[in-house]
């Protein structure tokens, strides 16, 4: 079955720079979600997007943007990169119901650091 | 906003013996409870879930209790095999917009 893709996979960039993370939901999943997730730590909540309109909003810096598309994937755009951005970044989806909250699917992460 | 508390932070247990993860939560309004098991650096994998019109569900070795009223539930696991070792993670959510994580549970199980 599909899964919830994320690319790039790794990403290394300086401190001040940009970085784009993609991320392709399971076909029919509505709602995408972003997280970062530190060294031993737990999934943060970054931003929700359902439908392609943002759903709810977490700790995510000002620095960070995101936006889903019309073909539903989304994308997290993160600006004047530190190095506290180290982290991996995960992305998740689901099938949006009128019958409550559904079950979301992770994607393999994107493990960003910044140098 | 929702708070989770998850404990124990760490866990050891023998093979085949039982491993119990509880959480709390603070909001009465979060109704979908899912636990998933992440292996080092790979991504969270759902295990199981409950949803707050039920107080227990069992799969195999894998069973979760919820108490609304108390607002806690836990996560069981029978007969562990050391591939059950890994970090656990409980989550609650209210409206499925946003998913609030406890700080994760590491599972040792000694062979």
């Known amino acids: 079955a599909a899964g919830v893709i994320q690319s790039p996979r790794h990403l290394i960039k300086e401190k001040r720079e940009t970085a784009t993370l993609k991320c392709y939901p399971i076909?029919?999943?509505?709602?995408v979600y972003w997280y970062q997730q530190g060294p031993g730590q737990d999934p943060q909540f970054l931003i929700s997007?359902?439908?392609?309109?943002?759903?709810d909003k977490g700790s995510i810096p000002d620095r960070f943007s995101a936006q889903q598309f019309s073909d539903y994937h989304s994308e997290l755009n993160m600006s004047s990169l530190e190095l506290g951005d180290s982290a991996l970044y995960f992305c998740?989806?689901?099938?949006?119901?009128?019958?409550?909250?559904?079950?979301?699917?992770f994607g393999p992460g994107t493990r960003l650091t910044v140098l | 906003g929702e708070n989770v508390e998850q404990h124990p932070s760490t866990l050891s247990v023998q093979e085949g013996d039982s491993a119990v993860i509880k959480c709390t939560y603070s909001?009465?309004?979060?109704?979908?409870f899912p636990w998933y098991k992440q292996e080092l650096g790979k991504r969270p994998q759902l295990i199981i879930d409950?949803?707050?019109?039920?107080g227990e569900k069992k799969d195999q070795r894998i069973a979760v209790t919820l108490n609304k009223t108390a607002k806690h539930f836990s996560l069981h696991i029978t007969e562990t095999q050391p591939e059950d070792s890994a970090v656990y993670f409980c989550?609650?959510?209210?409206?499925?917009?946003?998913?609030?994580f406890g700080t994760g549970t590491s599972l040792t199980v000694i062979p």
């Open positions: 998740a989806s689901s099938l949006a119901s009128a019958g409550g909250t559904d079950t979301q699917y």
């Open positions: 076909p029919r999943h509505d709602t």
């Open positions: 997007f359902y439908e392609k309109m943002q759903s």
């Open positions: 909001d009465s309004a979060s109704n979908y």
């Open positions: 409950i949803r707050s019109n039920v």
């Open positions: 989550a609650a959510s209210d409206t499925g917009n946003q998913f609030y």
